[in-house]
């Protein structure tokens, strides 16, 4: 069997060239990693060949010290995520589909839609209640997207009874794994399938296995643990429009700190609406915040760091020196007394983007393509004058992203 997973191996391209004493130590290698994931104590049954072996060497070559800092990550995280499966009477092994999907990082966007440490589609998200438009994605809370999650997964063994196909099917989709088994033959068994999926989405059960073995082997291959240690935090309410920048510059929390912990606000902005949103700060900020909290909602168009949305900031106060009612703030009710806003120019609403002409492929949708460019299916009909979501291959579609940003979408075109 190791010959054959070695000859495998090496005809695939997955090993340089090697002498006769190195195909001596890697046949024992293998060998021994072979045995080792039999032994692996799993209610998902488990299989160790070449595609899995492919993904294990991408984590043993541990680029930058990268899998040294994922295992910490992974041993503080994948507790939790565990316990939330498992209390949903699903397997915990599952928790190590986020590790195969996005190595943990809930800001991971892929070219394929997904996002968040579960790279969950749009659709799927908006099935199972998430959250998600131009300023939040739900998807990026490990929380909220492991419930999410959950619910998917056990919508999905309902279909396949099969974990093996269940875990295909939740990065492809039904229709995906469906089709492949059509095209095998009518298999069941996902190995005889496996050629047969859309090529990115065949990563996802070989690295599934292979994040389950590094987590349970790490230290056989002495690998060190790169210790997860998070800050202590609060979560304090935010009442009104405010931006990271904002915050970094009034209380000196470091913006990276801010980008980490508080993931699902995509363009790093808070907005105003009726139901608070809550930030993520640390600990010893927290008196700082109540001391300086006003200075958080400031809006000056030309200050460094603040946003001005005029048809969702805070509704103007109005004096009227006949009554005696000191509630400034007026109700949706008072649509006829509040001044009318000045009319937006239309440039303004692509201030500081650039534009992208996308052409449609067989297969897209508007919410693949809003989740491809970070952006929301009203904002594509808006920049298109669309009426309607249908589009047909071949159409050209303007798409306007953050200038910043422009090679790395333009990488995804």
Same mark, same amino acid.
């Given at each position: 069997?190791?010959?054959?997973?070695?000859?495998?191996?090496?005809?695939?391209?997955?090993?340089?060239?090697?002498?006769?004493?190195?195909?001596?130590?890697?046949?024992?290698? #293998?060998?021994?990693?072979?045995?080792?994931?039999?032994?692996?104590?799993?209610?998902?049954?488990?299989?160790?060949?070449?595609?899995?072996?492919?993904?294990?060497?991408?984590?043993?070559?541990?680029?930058?010290?990268?899998?040294?800092?994922?295992?910490?990550?992974?041993?503080?995280?994948?507790?939790?995520?565990?316990?939330?499966?498992?209390?949903? &009477?699903?397997?915990?092994?599952?928790?190590?589909?986020?590790?195969?999907?996005?190595?943990?990082?809930?800001?991971?966007?892929?070219?394929?839609?997904?996002?968040?440490?579960?790279?969950?589609?749009? &659709?799927?998200?908006?099935? $199972?209640?998430?959250?998600?438009?131009? #300023?939040?994605?739900?998807?990026?809370?490990?929380?909220?997207?492991?419930?999410?999650?959950?619910?998917?997964?056990?919508?999905?063994?309902?279909?396949?009874?099969?974990?093996?196909?269940?875990?295909?099917?939740?990065?492809?989709?039904?229709?995906?794994?469906?089709?492949?088994?059509?095209?095998?033959?009518?298999?069941?068994?996902?190995?005889?399938? &496996?050629?047969?999926?859309?090529?990115?989405?065949?990563?996802?059960?070989?690295?599934?296995?292979?994040?389950?073995?590094?987590?349970?082997?790490?230290?056989? &291959?002495?690998?060190?643990?790169?210790?997860?240690?998070?800050?202590?935090?609060?979560?304090?309410?935010?009442?009104?429009?405010?931006?990271?920048?904002?915050?970094?510059?009034?209380?000196?929390?470091?913006?990276?700190?801010?980008?980490?912990?508080?993931?699902?606000?995509?363009?790093?902005?808070?907005?105003?609406?009726?139901?608070? $949103?809550?930030?993520?700060?640390?600990?010893?900020?927290?008196?700082?915040?109540?001391?300086?909290?006003?200075?958080?909602?400031?809006?000056?168009?030309?200050?460094?760091?603040?946003?001005?949305?005029?048809?969702?900031?805070?509704?103007?106060?109005?004096?009227?020196?006949?009554?005696?009612?000191?509630?400034?703030?007026?109700?949706?009710?008072?649509?006829?007394?509040?001044?009318?806003?000045?009319?937006?120019?239309?440039?303004?609403?692509?201030?500081?983007?650039?534009?992208?002409?996308?052409?449609?492929?067989?297969?897209?949708?508007?919410?693949?393509?809003?989740?491809? $460019?970070?952006?929301?299916?009203?904002?594509?009909?808006?920049?298109?004058?669309?009426?309607?979501?249908?589009?047909?291959?071949?159409?050209?579609?303007?798409?306007?992203?953050?200038?910043?940003?422009?090679?790395? #979408?333009?990488?995804?075109?």
């Amino acid at each position: 069997m190791k010959f054959k997973i070695l000859f495998l191996l090496l005809t695939l391209g997955l090993l340089p060239s090697i002498s006769k004493g190195e195909a001596a130590n890697l046949f024992d290698d #293998y060998d021994s990693i072979a045995k080792r994931i039999v032994k692996i104590k799993t209610t998902i049954p488990i299989e160790y060949n070449q595609y899995v072996q492919q993904h294990i060497n991408e984590f043993l070559k541990n680029d930058n010290s990268q899998t040294n800092i994922l295992i910490g990550k992974g041993l503080y995280l994948l507790p939790e995520i565990e316990k939330l499966l498992k209390k949903n &009477h699903l397997p915990g092994e599952l928790r190590f589909v986020a590790v195969a999907l996005s190595n943990l990082d809930s800001r991971k966007v892929s070219e394929e839609g997904g996002s968040g440490i579960w790279q969950l589609k749009y &659709h799927v998200a908006k099935t $199972y209640g998430l959250k998600i438009n131009s #300023y939040i994605d739900e998807r990026r809370d490990p929380i909220k997207s492991t419930e999410a999650a959950v619910k998917y997964f056990e919508d999905l063994y309902k279909i396949y009874e099969d974990w093996d196909l269940t875990i295909a099917a939740f990065y492809s989709s039904p229709l995906d794994v469906n089709k492949a088994i059509r095209q095998s033959g009518g298999n069941l068994d996902y190995w005889k399938i &496996h050629n047969y999926l859309p090529e990115e989405f065949q990563i996802t059960l070989p690295r599934f296995i292979a994040s389950f073995y590094l987590f349970t082997h790490f230290r056989d &291959h002495k690998l060190s643990v790169q210790a997860f240690k998070p800050i202590q935090t609060d979560t304090v309410a935010i009442k009104n429009w405010t931006t990271f920048e904002q915050i970094q510059k009034v209380m000196a929390i470091d913006l990276d700190f801010l980008k980490d912990y508080n993931p699902i606000f995509k363009k790093f902005i808070i907005p105003y609406t009726p139901k608070k $949103y809550y930030i993520t700060i640390p600990s010893n900020k927290a008196k700082t915040f109540k001391e300086l909290e006003d200075s958080l909602y400031v809006f000056k168009d030309k200050e460094p760091g603040l946003v001005t949305i005029p048809e969702n900031r805070p509704k103007p106060q109005l004096t009227d020196t006949s009554s005696n009612n000191n509630d400034s703030t007026q109700t949706s009710d008072d649509n006829n007394i509040r001044p009318e806003p000045k009319p937006k120019p239309e440039t303004e609403s692509i201030k500081g983007l650039a534009l992208l002409t996308y052409t449609v492929k067989k297969g897209d949708g508007l919410g693949r393509i809003a989740d491809k $460019y970070d952006c929301t299916i009203t904002e594509i009909k808006k920049w298109n004058k669309m009426k309607s979501n249908n589009i047909r291959p071949g159409q050209k579609l303007k798409i306007y992203v953050p200038k910043a940003k422009l090679k790395k #979408y333009k990488k995804i075109r």
